[in-house]
């Protein structure tokens, strides 16, 4: 009986604070969401920079990145949206800055097969 009125009078004036504070949660459905400006999200391509050097495909940790030559200057960057694990890498690893992480979310997807992309296309035909 005494432990019980003991943790009473400990919990009381603890319910009593939490009854009378703002909770500290997000408050994401009722306002935006903030980002913090470390944030390193969407990963996005200049296909103006991009040179198809593979540097970015060969240096991501998660294997996120795929670069698929058919010549020197015919290949396809492709992005895998569910492996990446958004460690920047790819960005530290391009010499042409053309790979950024920017402060957005990926959008979710309802099927596996749309989380890939193909973010550079180049294809040199001359004829």
């Known amino acids: 009986m ?10 009381l004036p603890q319910f009593w604070r939490m009854l009378f504070t703002r909770p500290v949660t997000v408050r994401y459905p009722f306002a935006p969401l903030k980002l913090p400006s470390y944030f390193r999200g969407k990963v996005t391509i200049d296909p103006e920079l991009c040179r ?11 294997f996120a990145l795929e670069l698929e030559r058919e010549s020197r200057d015919n290949f396809r960057l492709i992005h895998y949206h569910d ?18 992480l920017v402060n957005e ?17 180049r294809d040199n035909e001359e004829a």
Do not use: H, W
């Open 83 to 100: 492996r990446c694990a958004y460690c920047g890498q790819c960005e530290a690893s391009c010499n042409f800055g053309a790979i950024k």
């Open 52 to 62: 198809g050097c593979g540097m970015c495909a060969r240096d991501c940790p998660a």
């Open 2 to 11: 005494l432990s019980r009125l003991r943790s009473l009078l400990y919990l």
């Open 105 to 121: 979310f990926v959008p979710a997807a309802p099927q596996r097969d749309t989380l890939s992309r193909v973010m550079v296309r």
